[in-house]
């Protein structure tokens, strides 16, 4: 008789999330994280909360949750909040789909998507991204069907940092079926600059399909303490939080969310360095790469495709750690100026111009 395996046989061609490498010593551009450290207050309310790990955390994050309600300009009820913004990605998903939904998205696009939707055990539709490195949004139209439960839009996209601007993401919303959710992944939403790339809560918030994702791990310094959070109608957010994992938002974590809200104003500092130094990069690299996609992110992206890995491993020798995809391109975060200049001097050394050997021996 044939015995079942222990676990699903369907995982073991899933692919593993694949974080950014640390190396020791080494300046580390791979995880899309902000450089300049905790903002002011994080730390001392970290050291006053650690005073009550003993007790549970408050499960309903109440006191964040008023408080990113007041900061967005909606109800309470409309916020939900978890473990990063992946971590409601897939509370969605399990909220929407039964085996054999479909999850429709861009690719390339977030590792995790078809990760989240494998563990729902619903279906992924991948649709190729456009030769910009963007979504393909009437096609992503187009692969709509009566199995489609949830489309995801990340705005701007990981890995390509493109972004989609309001009139064709108007046109592809006015085209989704309202019973489909519709998920507008904005986690770089403070690195926006182009004024036609809208903010999905302020655009779209009323319609019912439409859930905006947000987090506090990139901008707000927060990465390792992980607090993301979705805005959704009340009926859908009452919905995402029968499946979010209980106390999964952690005492320490509510603290320095609270704590990095009242730092808006050295937030939006620091992501101002950031952004003129991601456009200070981009024009370096396309001396060197022409086609470089525009980035509305905290991080640029090479199209490199064969050679993706190649020149991590060229960057690795320079002690510069990015996050190469291997086949499509390489991703590289945005650090401090002298790290983009490390980083810089590397690239050069592969991606600049050959030397001119014309007047040697």
């Not at 640029?300 to 190649?310: F, K, N, Y």
Request: charged residues 20%; glycine residues 6%; negative net charge.
């Amino acid at each position: 008789m044939q015995t079942r395996a222990l676990t699903r046989e369907d995982l073991a061609a899933l692919p593993n999330y694949v974080p950014g490498r640390s190396v020791p010593g080494a300046i580390k551009l791979a995880s899309n994280e902000v450089p300049f450290g905790p903002l002011p207050g994080v730390v001392e309310a970290l050291a006053e909360a650690a005073t009550g790990i003993n007790r549970y955390p408050d499960m309903g994050v109440a006191v964040l949750r008023d408080k990113l309600a007041d900061r967005l300009g909606v109800a309470p009820d409309r916020v939900v909040t978890g473990c990063g913004s992946v971590a409601m990605a897939e509370h969605l998903a399990r909220t929407t789909c039964m085996p054999g939904d479909n999850i429709l998205y861009s690719w390339r696009s977030f590792e995790a998507y078809p990760i989240i939707a494998a563990t729902t055990a619903a279906e992924s539709v991948k649709v190729p991204n456009t030769p910009e490195h963007g979504h393909d949004l009437a096609a992503m139209s187009k692969a709509i069907t009566d199995r489609t439960r949830m489309i995801l839009v990340c705005n701007p996209n990981n890995p390509t940092g493109t972004s989609v601007r309001r009139a064709e993401l108007d046109e592809f919303l006015d085209r989704v079926p309202e019973d489909i959710i519709v998920v507008l992944d904005e986690a770089y939403r403070e690195f926006v600059t182009d004024p036609e790339v809208t903010d999905g809560l302020q655009t779209y918030g009323d319609r019912p399909n439409v859930v905006v994702l947000r987090t506090l791990s990139k901008a707000w310094g927060l990465a390792g303490l992980r607090v993301g959070y979705l805005v959704a109608q009340p009926e859908v957010a009452a919905a995402v939080r029968k499946v979010v994992t209980p106390f999964s938002t952690n005492s320490a974590a509510q603290a320095a969310a609270l704590a990095a809200l009242d730092a808006e104003t050295e937030m939006r500092r620091r992501c101002d360095i950031i952004i003129s130094e991601r456009e200070r990069v981009q024009n370096v690299l396309a001396q060197w790469f022409p086609g470089i996609p525009p980035s509305q992110a905290n991080f640029v992206w090479l199209p490199l495709h064969d050679r993706a890995t190649e020149f991590a491993q060229a960057c690795e020798t320079h002690q510069i750690i990015v996050r190469p995809f291997a086949g499509d391109g390489v991703r590289v975060t945005i650090g401090t100026p002298d790290e983009n200049d490390a980083f810089l001097a590397a690239a050069e050394s592969y991606l600049g111009p050959e030397p001119d050997l014309s007047h040697g021996n």
